[in-house]
């Protein structure tokens, strides 16, 4: 594919001066408003100093006019502190820095203040400078920022913090209420909040605690303001991929590990979830408002922090099953060693693998939260599966790292069909149709990224198959256990899985461009970053990287070979040791990569290193060689042959005339797994022509509009590779009600060049861009127009 990529434009730079400073706790106070569509409040963030780079921890500034850094003098304020544990990462290039214009709020109707040659949000202003030390500059705090409107930072007093975590929440709290003692220079830009203190030189002497006074915009790209599906307002976190900045200000790289806690308060009609430990309950604080509040204590990247605010109802199981109880039980042989003991790698936090009655917990506490009108969808079908879902994720990995969960269903216009973020999950609408099985697996993938993506994260943004790829890959393995599948349904089951993503990776190299196929770009130079902590996330921009697998689909392809080689039971029982090696970590590639070669038996590794892996899968575009050969040498399992066979039958009726011979025997098509029908339809795509006779006995031998909506999207594109008009109304559905998967066929219905087809996409588009996810509505818009 020809695409040109322009790094200016698809490049995410992460601002934040973490080699300087790291922000250790977060204390949110906001309000929702939905007539405006702003949240508004204030942020504290506390502070511990970082590594002292080249023995300094300035950010001097030199200006090219003395009344560009003219600052007024803040009140004194005595601020001792605690707990100065340093948190770096290995820093390379030179970076630039911004003085601020003034403490005064500048901004214009876009809230941004006046600093319009930071266009790029990366290169120097008229205002840079150099990171050498000349002994009279103001140290420089940086902060991801954008689509805020920043009124005011002022520094607050603090005192020493308490050891204990609910005594450190509660000084938070309490330190995060009081009065500022002195106004901070601030400044913003395109990508980022700019602070500084007169007179306070380096990281050490800048204040222990600001406070930050502000508010969204209706258009920041960090919410989504929109409405559910009864039709009443909501505003959630989609997972954009600008992250959280458009939030609250923060440090975004993941080298920012932190806490935070939130008081949000909206209308009382309206419930809001967040990621936190608690399960909160609403406090009315006066007649038409209530609050709640929510805290972690486990550190993790600013980007992880999720809200919900819409008028949710829990959605409870009509009877109580036995397996909504977390049970403890005795642990099987094979089992028993995710059961280590010995003190955790991480940084301290109340931990759970450290806790006796939480390594035997299958079940978490769980909630599952929906509009009212999807009720009965849910308890037909997500309601029963949380529980032998989370207690199969057990089985596998041993410790859930996160005490409970909530489950949303988001609005229709989610871009993906589920994301996980600490303590709670998003799942699309369209995980209820039909019967479990997209429901099923999708929760399992979901609920993966507990493991891999949260508590285990990855060190940079751009080793995304860490986390897509293990979850991916467990996703299978928890389902067949949550269906309670013999070993070998098990492994049927996943074979033809394995063959539908491999036709899915295929399609996939040959649709995308070459750069962005690569699951490790930066090479040798994974992990680096400026002197100040700045960095860019490759490619973290362009949209159409939102709706790419290729980082799921390689990175399930590598974990697949390696357990290949290893066997189940060794590749297992050598995840569940890492685990509880990294959890609460962040990891690059060689951590995974050293610690699994070195607990392979020599006869195994055979030409295995970890210089192999990377030149063949992770540093490499296209088809891994090793996959390609695999996949060239294997044989069909046989719930793909019996697929075979199901197609030869179709070929046959569709090759049959209109008028048949009485004594012609009808064709018998048996029934199919949803996997099946899925790969069926892939087949019946390569045909060049199918009749609408043919069509029409296909729909209704399967039901294929009411099977779930993987099946419905190969319908469709069925419907309108050979121009089925009478189904066109399916397609129509599909991309009104499934718009987290129909991004693909606004394409094909655009480049058959017919206009009845291009009418189709064009009238849908009209009908839900004013809904549509920002990233989904750019990449549909550039396919029509």
Same mark, same amino acid.
């Given at each position: 594919?020809?695409t040109?990529?322009?790094?200016?434009?698809?490049?995410?730079?992460?601002?934040a001066?973490?080699?300087?400073?790291?922000?250790?706790?977060?204390?949110?106070d906001l309000?929702?408003?939905?007539?405006s569509?702003?949240?508004?409040?204030?942020?504290?963030?506390f502070?511990?100093?970082?590594?002292?780079?080249?023995?300094?921890?300035?950010e001097?500034?030199?200006?090219?006019?003395?009344?560009?850094?003219?600052?007024?003098?803040?009140?004194?304020?005595h601020?001792?502190?605690?707990?100065?544990?340093?948190f770096?990462?290995k820093?390379?290039?030179?970076?630039?820095?911004?003085?601020?214009?003034?403490?005064?709020?500048?901004?214009?109707?876009?809230?941004?203040?006046?600093?319009?040659?930071?266009?790029?949000?990366?290169?120097?202003?008229?205002?840079?400078?150099?990171?050498g030390?000349?002994?009279?500059?103001?140290?420089?705090?940086?902060?991801?920022?954008?689509?805020?409107?920043v009124?005011k930072?002022?520094?607050?007093?603090?005192?020493?913090?308490?050891d204990?975590?609910?005594?450190?929440?509660?000084?938070?709290?309490?330190?995060?209420?009081a009065p500022?003692?002195?106004?901070?220079?601030?400044?913003?830009?395109?990508?980022?909040?700019?602070? @500084? =203190?007169t007179?306070?030189?380096?990281a050490?002497?800048?204040?222990?605690?600001i406070?930050?006074?502000?508010?969204?915009k209706?258009?920041?790209r960090s919410?989504?303001?929109?409405?559910?599906?009864?039709?009443?307002?909501?505003?959630?976190?989609?997972?954009s991929?600008?992250?959280?900045?458009?939030?609250f200000?923060?440090?975004?790289?993941p080298?920012?590990?932190?806490?935070?806690?939130a008081?949000?308060?909206?209308?009382?009609?309206?419930?809001?979830?967040?990621?936190?430990?608690?399960?909160?309950?609403p406090?009315?604080?006066?007649?038409?408002?209530?609050?709640?509040h929510?805290?972690?204590?486990?550190?993790?990247?600013?980007?992880?922090?999720?809200?919900?605010?819409?008028?949710?109802?829990?959605?409870?199981?009509?009877?109580?099953?036995?397996?909504?109880?977390?049970?403890?039980?005795?642990l099987?042989?094979?089992?028993?060693?995710?059961?280590?003991?010995?003190i955790?790698?991480?940084?301290?936090?109340?931990?759970?693998?450290?806790?006796?009655?939480?390594?035997?917990?299958?079940?978490?506490p769980?909630?599952?939260?929906?509009?009212l009108?999807?009720?009965?969808?849910?308890?037909?079908?997500?309601?029963?599966?949380?529980p032998?879902?989370?207690?199969?994720?057990?089985?596998?990995?041993?410790?859930h790292?996160f005490?409970?969960l909530?489950?949303?269903?988001?609005?229709?216009?989610?871009?993906?069909?589920?994301?996980?973020?600490?303590?709670?999950?998003?799942?699309?609408?369209?995980?209820?149709?039909?019967n479990?099985?997209?429901?099923?697996?999708?929760?399992c993938?979901?609920?993966?990224?507990?493991?891999?993506?949260?508590?285990?994260?990855?060190?940079?943004?751009?080793?995304?198959?860490?986390?897509e790829?293990?979850?991916?890959?467990l996703?299978?393995?928890?389902?067949?256990?949550?269906?309670?599948?013999d070993?070998?349904?098990?492994?049927?089951q996943?074979?033809?899985?394995?063959?539908?993503r491999?036709?899915?990776?295929q399609?996939?190299?040959?649709?995308?461009?070459?750069?962005?196929?690569?699951?490790?770009?930066?090479?040798?130079?994974?992990?680096?970053?400026?002197?100040?902590?700045?960095?860019?996330?490759k490619?973290?921009?362009?949209?159409?990287?939102?709706?790419?697998?290729?980082?799921?689909? =390689?990175g399930?392809?590598?974990?697949?070979?390696?357990a290949?080689?290893?066997?189940?039971?060794?590749?297992?029982?050598?995840?569940r040791?890492?685990?509880?090696?990294f959890?609460?970590?962040?990891?690059?590639?060689?951590?995974?990569?050293?610690?699994?070669?070195?607990?392979?038996?020599?006869?195994k590794?055979?030409?295995?290193?970890v210089?192999?892996?990377? @030149?063949?899968?992770?540093e490499?575009?296209?088809?891994?060689?090793?996959?390609?050969?695999?996949?060239?040498?294997?044989?069909?399992?046989?719930?793909?042959?019996?697929?075979?066979?199901e197609?030869?039958?179709?070929?046959?009726?569709?090759?049959?005339?209109? =008028?048949?011979?009485r004594?012609?025997?009808?064709?018998?098509?048996?029934?199919?797994?949803?996997?099946?029908?899925?790969?069926?339809?892939?087949?019946?795509?390569?045909q =060049?022509?199918?009749?609408?006779?043919?069509?029409?006995?296909l729909?209704?031998?399967?039901?294929?509009?009411?099977?779930?909506?993987?099946? @419905?999207?190969?319908?469709?594109?069925l419907?309108?590779?050979?121009k089925?008009?009478?189904?066109?109304?399916?397609?129509?559905?599909?991309?009104?009600?499934?718009?987290?998967?129909?991004?693909?066929?606004?394409?094909?219905?655009?480049v058959s060049?017919?206009?009845?087809?291009?009418?189709?996409?064009? @009238?849908?588009?009209?009908?839900?861009?004013?809904?549509?996810?920002?990233?989904?509505?750019?990449?549909?818009?550039?396919?029509?127009?």
């Amino acid at each position: 594919m020809d695409t040109k990529l322009d790094p200016s434009r698809d490049d995410l730079p992460l601002m934040a001066n973490t080699s300087h400073i790291l922000v250790k706790h977060y204390v949110l106070d906001l309000d929702v408003d939905f007539e405006s569509q702003i949240i508004e409040g204030t942020i504290v963030l506390f502070f511990e100093s970082g590594k002292k780079q080249s023995g300094s921890t300035k950010e001097p500034c030199r200006s090219e006019s003395n009344e560009a850094c003219r600052f007024r003098m803040p009140e004194p304020c005595h601020s001792p502190v605690t707990d100065t544990r340093t948190f770096s990462s290995k820093t390379r290039s030179n970076d630039f820095t911004i003085c601020g214009k003034g403490e005064k709020d500048t901004s214009g109707k876009d809230g941004n203040h006046d600093n319009r040659e930071q266009a790029s949000g990366i290169s120097s202003s008229k205002y840079c400078c150099d990171t050498g030390n000349h002994g009279s500059e103001d140290f420089l705090l940086v902060l991801d920022c954008c689509d805020l409107s920043v009124l005011k930072v002022e520094e607050v007093d603090v005192a020493a913090v308490p050891d204990r975590w609910r005594e450190q929440l509660d000084y938070y709290a309490r330190c995060s209420q009081a009065p500022g003692c002195g106004e901070l220079l601030f400044d913003t830009d395109t990508w980022s909040l700019q602070i @500084r =203190k007169t007179g306070a030189q380096t990281a050490t002497d800048f204040p222990h605690a600001i406070r930050i006074r502000y508010s969204t915009k209706p258009q920041g790209r960090s919410v989504t303001w929109t409405s559910d599906q009864s039709g009443r307002p909501c505003v959630y976190t989609m997972g954009s991929p600008i992250n959280n900045r458009a939030l609250f200000p923060c440090q975004e790289p993941p080298v920012a590990m932190s806490t935070w806690q939130a008081t949000v308060r909206a209308a009382a009609s309206f419930v809001v979830l967040m990621s936190g430990e608690n399960s909160a309950k609403p406090t009315q604080l006066r007649e038409g408002c209530s609050s709640w509040h929510y805290y972690v204590t486990m550190p993790m990247p600013a980007s992880t922090f999720t809200i919900a605010v819409g008028s949710w109802t829990e959605m409870k199981p009509e009877t109580c099953s036995s397996n909504d109880l977390a049970a403890e039980r005795s642990l099987s042989p094979s089992e028993a060693d995710f059961r280590y003991v010995g003190i955790c790698g991480h940084m301290e936090y109340p931990c759970r693998f450290q806790n006796p009655s939480a390594t035997i917990q299958e079940i978490i506490p769980h909630r599952v939260f929906a509009p009212l009108c999807l009720k009965g969808a849910c308890q037909e079908t997500l309601l029963q599966l949380v529980p032998p879902c989370l207690s199969a994720a057990h089985r596998v990995l041993g410790t859930h790292p996160f005490s409970r969960l909530d489950i949303l269903i988001v609005p229709g216009n989610f871009p993906s069909l589920g994301m996980a973020s600490p303590h709670i999950i998003f799942l699309s609408q369209s995980v209820l149709t039909g019967n479990s099985h997209l429901c099923g697996t999708r929760l399992c993938h979901e609920v993966a990224h507990a493991w891999f993506g949260l508590a285990i994260g990855a060190r940079d943004w751009t080793e995304e198959w860490l986390s897509e790829g293990f979850a991916t890959h467990l996703e299978d393995v928890f389902w067949a256990k949550a269906q309670q599948l013999d070993p070998h349904e098990a492994q049927e089951q996943q074979e033809l899985k394995a063959c539908l993503r491999w036709c899915r990776l295929q399609d996939e190299v040959r649709n995308s461009p070459e750069e962005m196929q690569v699951l490790r770009p930066n090479k040798e130079k994974t992990g680096h970053v400026s002197d100040s902590g700045s960095s860019v996330v490759k490619h973290g921009l362009n949209p159409e990287k939102v709706f790419m697998q290729v980082h799921y689909l =390689k990175g399930y392809f590598l974990l697949r070979f390696l357990a290949q080689r290893l066997g189940d039971d060794t590749y297992f029982a050598f995840l569940r040791k890492f685990v509880h090696t990294f959890h609460g970590q962040l990891i690059l590639s060689q951590d995974f990569l050293q610690m699994l070669l070195e607990n392979i038996p020599e006869e195994k590794r055979l030409e295995l290193s970890v210089e192999n892996i990377f @030149r063949d899968w992770l540093e490499s575009s296209g088809i891994p060689q090793p996959l390609q050969r695999e996949r060239q040498a294997g044989a069909e399992c046989g719930l793909a042959r019996q697929v075979s066979v199901e197609v030869e039958k179709w070929i046959r009726m569709n090759r049959r005339p209109r =008028k048949r011979k009485r004594r012609e025997t009808e064709e018998v098509f048996e029934k199919l797994l949803p996997d099946q029908l899925v790969l069926l339809l892939e087949h019946l795509l390569e045909q =060049k022509t199918l009749n609408p006779r043919t069509l029409q006995s296909l729909e209704r031998a399967y039901r294929l509009t009411q099977q779930d909506a993987e099946v @419905r999207h190969r319908w469709c594109e069925l419907i309108i590779k050979h121009k089925y008009t009478k189904a066109y109304k399916d397609v129509e559905r599909f991309l009104q009600e499934d718009q987290a998967m129909g991004i693909y066929l606004y394409g094909e219905l655009m480049v058959s060049e017919d206009s009845r087809q291009q009418q189709v996409a064009r @009238r849908c588009f009209e009908l839900t861009k004013e809904q549509m996810d920002r990233s989904s509505a750019q990449v549909v818009a550039e396919m029509l127009f």
